[in-house]
């Protein structure tokens, strides 16, 4: 990113809130979404000074998964994926074409598979679904740093 000079009548990129979106097509970018909610992450971390516990790092990349994975699953055509900070937390959105809403299922500790919902909703702040004029809407938040005086994730103490 590019910093702008001041005086210049723009906004500085840096006062704005971080974020990212793409689209994804196939199963076989899931792998890319996680990478690049790792890589918006270590971004907060590098440009903008944002602390980023090894725990969130993990959360959002998990949580990436499996809604670009329920999307590419269950939903035709292309999933958008945003992500975006908003008060210590990372949301991340994901939109897809179906507008079948989806449903936890019961405990079950036999049931093999279909525990992604479940594993998101423990993990999250908050978590939300939202019908739009055309498919769904899902938002999930992480938190930043559980614990303010927690290493940064890709940092270590010496």
Not at 53 to 77: D, F, H, I
Not at 101 to 127: K, N, T, W, Y
Not at 135 to 145: F, P, Q, S
Request: hydrophobic share 45%.
């Amino acid at each position: 990113m590019d910093e702008v000079a001041e005086g210049d009548g723009r906004e500085s990129l840096v006062d704005r809130p971080a974020s990212v979106a793409a689209a994804f097509e196939g199963s076989e970018e899931i792998a890319e979404a996680r990478d690049l909610a790792r890589w918006f992450l270590v971004n907060l971390q590098a440009v903008h000074g944002l602390p980023v516990s090894g725990r969130a790092m993990g959360m959002v990349q998990l949580v990436v998964s499996e809604l670009v994975t329920n999307a590419r699953k269950y939903a035709p055509g292309p999933c958008l994926l945003t992500l975006e900070i908003d008060e210590g937390t990372v949301e991340v959105s994901v939109w897809d074409s179906s507008t079948m809403l989806p449903s936890v299922l019961a405990a079950d500790p036999d049931r093999i598979g279909q525990h992604g919902l479940e594993i998101v909703m423990a993990v999250c702040r908050s978590f939300a679904v939202h019908r739009e004029p055309v498919g769904k809407r899902i938002t999930a938040a992480v938190v930043l740093a559980d614990d303010p005086g927690g290493d940064p994730a890709g940092r270590r103490a010496l």
